[in-house]
């Protein structure tokens, strides 16, 4: 056991936004507990990082395999307790719903939703332990949702329900720890080039695949399209994972941490649609971007 003073979990470290906030903020002197699944994602980890970093292996659907990552990261960390949780594991089920299985969306939600509530619940005492001052916020809670979490797209159905859900999880739960002074902030990305897209392009063509064939019909041309559009918002933005880490930095060591961190321009004009512009208008603007 050590005494480590700003100790930081993140979920989902194996790639994409969760490695290049582990990365981040290993560089910056933070002690960084990266969650993966893949033995082999620990180990490239590790070597490309230039501070303390230790990969954990957690699959957030598994109650035990939470569990065990909690007694590993007990037995290393201090009475110091933990400075922030970082959930950022999730996956995205994109395609029409009517071709999406129910054990599909059951995952989704586990991944994405679930598996935050149950980190959380798991890991508060650990949190609530940080700060034995009684100034200032003692740990931190910082959950990666999406800008769907604010701005519901077609065809990603699934992955709205989740991002909504964890956008609700986060609201409730900041104010209920307010008077144990955890904070929680929302980081929302915007359309970011990660491994992500490619995942969901595989996961949407095997489920359309799948599909009843008239059924997949009526969705497929529209479908192609909105997918290619998204993935060329991804590709030729201006924001990338580095962006997100700045903002996972902040909200894990500002005196008064932000409730939300929109990360893109994309997520900053969507939310200001989504304010000022009735329902059906911005059903139709939505309509006309994708096609």
């Known amino acids: 056991m050590s005494d480590i003073s700003n100790a930081v979990l993140i979920t989902g470290c194996s790639s994409g936004l969760g490695r290049a906030g582990a990365l981040w903020l290993a560089e910056r002197g933070f002690t960084v507990f990266a969650g993966v699944r893949d033995p082999e994602a ?3 980890l590790t070597r490309t990082a230039s501070g303390d970093l230790r990969p954990v292996e957690i699959d957030v659907t598994s109650a035990e395999s939470i569990a065990q990552a909690h007694k590993v990261i007990g ?3 201090g009475p110091a307790g933990l400075l922030g949780l970082v959930n950022n594991a999730g996956i995205s089920v994109s395609a029409p719903l009517e071709c999406v299985p129910i054990e599909e969306l059951r995952y989704q939600l586990e991944v994405n ?3 935050v509530a149950a980190m959380i619940r798991q890991f508060l005492p650990l949190l609530r332990a940080t700060d034995g001052t009684g100034s200032g916020p003692a740990g931190r809670i910082v959950n990666v949702t999406s800008g769907v979490g604010r701005v519901a797209l077609p065809y990603l159905s699934a992955y709205a329900a989740s991002q909504f859900g964890k956008e609700g999880l986060s609201d409730a739960l900041r104010r209920e720890l307010a008077p144990q002074r955890v904070t929680v902030s929302v980081v929302e990305p915007g359309a970011i080039a990660t491994p992500i897209w490619r995942k969901q392009a595989e996961t949407a063509a095997r489920l359309l695949d799948t599909a009843p064939a008239p059924i997949a019909a009526l969705y497929r041309d529209r479908f192609t399209a909105f997918s290619a559009a998204n993935a060329a918002t991804a590709t030729d933005g201006a924001t990338t994972p580095v962006d997100v880490a700045r ?7 500002a005196r008064r941490p932000r409730t939300r961190y929109p990360v893109g321009r994309d997520v900053t004009l969507g939310t200001l ?3 000022l512009l009735p329902d059906r208008l911005l059903d139709l603007a939505l309509t006309r971007s994708i096609k």
């Not at 903002?247 to 060591?253: K, P, Y």
């Open 247 to 253: 903002a996972l930095e902040h909200a894990l060591t």
């Open 42 to 44: 620990a180990a490239g």
């Open 75 to 77: 037995e290393q960390l």
């Open 113 to 115: 939703l679930i598996g």
């Open 273 to 275: 649609a989504a304010r």
